[in-house]
């Protein structure tokens, strides 16, 4: 690789077989999903972690992928920051990766709010080769993720709509 290319470190997790990514500077840490929560919180996307009430973003639900995936079958947890600086959490399957890509290879995609889901929350996409394998990676905008369905997307409240 050239010197001069800049690099982008990247956190890969799979969710209903797509490879989904974050900015490393976005991802606090990466946790075994706690076992020991109370069902009544968890039921309502909540759950218990030390001192800390942690909303869960189950993006299977969030992005209406495939449902067969149940945030109880996530052994991991990787914590974020919400949109307030609030601790919240995604359940994954298996522990993700961390990749660096050129900036050249992420292609930017338009924001529209008739695309599926999945695609309005997505910045960016890149093709990569790795492990003999050829992965497509769609670069998650958090903003885009964290704001609750129906809610417009420029700082406006519920309240407000």
């Not at 990466?30 to 069902?39: A, Q, R």
């Not at 495939?66 to 920051?81: G, K, V």
């Not at 522990?95 to 599926?116: F, G, M, N």
């Not at 492990?131 to 903003?143: K, M, P, V």
């Amino acid at each position: 690789m050239h010197d001069d290319l800049e690099l982008e470190k990247l956190i890969v997790f799979a969710i209903a077989n797509y490879h989904l990514a974050l900015p490393i500077d976005q991802v606090l840490r990466v946790i075994n999903y706690p076992t020991d929560t109370s069902k009544p919180l968890e039921k309502v996307g909540l759950i218990q972690l030390g001192r800390h009430t942690i909303k869960v973003i189950n993006l299977s639900q969030r992005l209406e992928l495939d449902q067969s995936t149940h945030s109880a079958q996530c052994p991991f947890l990787m914590l974020i920051r919400g949109l307030n600086q609030e601790l919240c959490g995604i359940p994954i399957p298996i522990p993700p990766d961390v990749i660096e890509i050129s900036t050249e290879a992420l292609q930017p995609l338009e924001w529209s709010p008739a695309a599926s889901p999945l695609l309005a929350t997505v910045s960016h996409a890149a093709v990569v080769n790795r492990e003999n394998a050829t992965l497509s990676i769609l670069l998650l905008d958090l903003r885009r993720v964290l704001v609750a369905p129906g809610q417009k997307l420029l700082g406006t409240s519920l309240a407000q709509l």
